[in-house]
């Protein structure tokens, strides 16, 4: 039946006989079709939908804290901004209940990115105003009653113990104070390497209030950071990774439930985060994974310059090669919803090596030529040769540099 069509439509029309005999028409044609099924994915990857937002709203209050300048480190929450700063610092001042806070790790250990989670442990110490000790007293309860860890994975393994006596220590001030020493695992909420290999990772602790009857919101009940006694210890270190530095601040945690406690739709809550920032050092990440694949990508890439009876398996042997590179680093990596830049490295690896795989073929079939042609045929079609096989390796490996030079630019802003 296509036979049947297509002389019909040669027969009628002579520019169709004309077109289906001329091939650079149908290599034109071909090209166009990947250009277009191209742009169909393209499109069709841009659709996919969008993780629905948390309700949530975390914001970094007024009260003083330390934040971590380390550049790679991801931003948690939004600060308060002009008269909120105001409003939140008055508020601070006649908040019923106050919790001075502050968090010193001793050691972190045991990361597990397919969590994504961490094993900690270190001392949490709380002071406490005289109001908040006649409340707990009243209601015959501790302060481990009411503020808990609010990103420990296991609870039933998490061991919380006071440090000395049981009860809380009568300070001079007519405060209450009381050391505890933790050990856990914990989640990790900012987890994000799509600047992977050159990521850094956070580790939080977290404490919030635990409200039994719903007088312990935002208004009554503030954590305070302790920023002179909190800090790190000296095995806090780990294999693989530099300390970058530590935070602990005090953040408004916005949460669009009552619970069911009263006529409210929503209910705030303080929340103090410990973070211990980590990163890697950009030129060991390099020469283990970025310099490895540049290798590979200019030896397939100067494949147009060999003359060998091997030119089109070598093309081959590389895309293998790519593939078994990919996926030695990714079994590390957990299941992301994202590409890493490693990954958009990848991918320009790939795109460049079937492009390389193409001239090859395209290379070969002007050698045929050259062959069957006449002299003056064969000239033009070798000088065209020189040109690409010169012209090819220093322009592609350029388009490929800022390429990747282009993808950081994205990934980082």
Not at 167 to 188: C, S
Not at 267 to 286: C, H, M, N, R
Request: proline letters at 5%; hydrophobic letters at 40%.
């Amino acid at each position: 039946m296509l036979i049947r069509l297509i002389r019909h439509l040669t027969r009628r029309h002579p520019w169709a006989l004309r077109l289906w005999e001329n091939k650079y028409s149908w290599n034109s044609v071909l090209i166009s079709g990947f250009l277009v099924a191209a742009i169909l994915v393209t499109l069709f990857l841009n659709s996919e939908e969008q993780a629905v937002s948390t309700r949530e709203v975390l914001r970094l209050t007024s009260a003083p804290h330390i934040v971590n300048l380390s550049k790679p480190s991801l931003n948690r929450g939004k600060p308060l901004s002009g008269l909120e700063v105001i409003n939140d610092a008055e508020l601070l001042a006649k908040t019923k209940y106050q919790i001075n806070a502050g968090v010193y790790v001793v050691n972190n250990y045991d990361i597990d990115l397919t969590t994504p989670g961490f094993s900690s442990k270190g001392y949490i110490f709380m002071n406490w105003n005289k109001a908040l000790q006649q409340y707990l007293e009243s209601e015959d309860m501790s302060i481990l009653n009411i503020i808990k860890f609010k990103n420990d994975i296991n609870p039933e393994i998490t061991d919380i113990a006071p440090k000395g006596d049981a009860a809380p220590t009568r300070l001079e001030d007519g405060n209450y104070g009381q050391t505890f020493a933790y050990t856990g695992e914990f989640y990790i909420d900012n987890f994000n390497i799509s600047r992977y290999p050159f990521d850094a990772l956070s580790l939080p602790i977290v404490l919030e209030t635990d409200d039994p009857d719903g007088r312990l919101t935002y208004d009554n009940l503030r954590l305070i950071p302790d920023i002179r006694d909190s800090g790190i210890g000296g095995y806090s270190k780990l294999i693989g990774w530099h300390l970058d530095g530590w935070s602990i601040g005090e953040y408004r945690h916005h949460l669009a439930t009552s619970f069911g406690i009263n006529s409210k739709s929503s209910a705030e809550y303080s929340q103090l985060i410990f973070d211990v920032t980590y990163g890697k050092s950009p030129w060991s990440s390099f020469w283990k994974l970025i310099q490895p694949l540049l290798v590979v990508m200019a030896s397939i890439i100067l494949i147009t310059r060999v003359k060998s009876e091997y030119n089109l398996e070598i093309p081959l042997a590389v895309l293998l090669t790519l593939v078994f590179m990919q996926e030695g680093y990714r079994s590390g990596l957990p299941e992301l919803p994202y590409l890493t830049y490693l990954d958009q490295i990848f991918v320009l690896c790939y795109i460049a090596s079937l492009l390389s795989f193409a001239l090859v073929l395209y290379t070969q079939d002007c050698r045929v030529r050259m062959k069957e042609s006449n002299q003056e045929t064969s000239l033009r079609i070798a000088k065209r040769l020189t040109l690409l096989e010169k012209s090819w390796p220093p322009i592609s490996l350029l388009v490929l540099l800022i390429s990747m030079a282009i993808c950081w630019i994205a990934i980082t802003n």
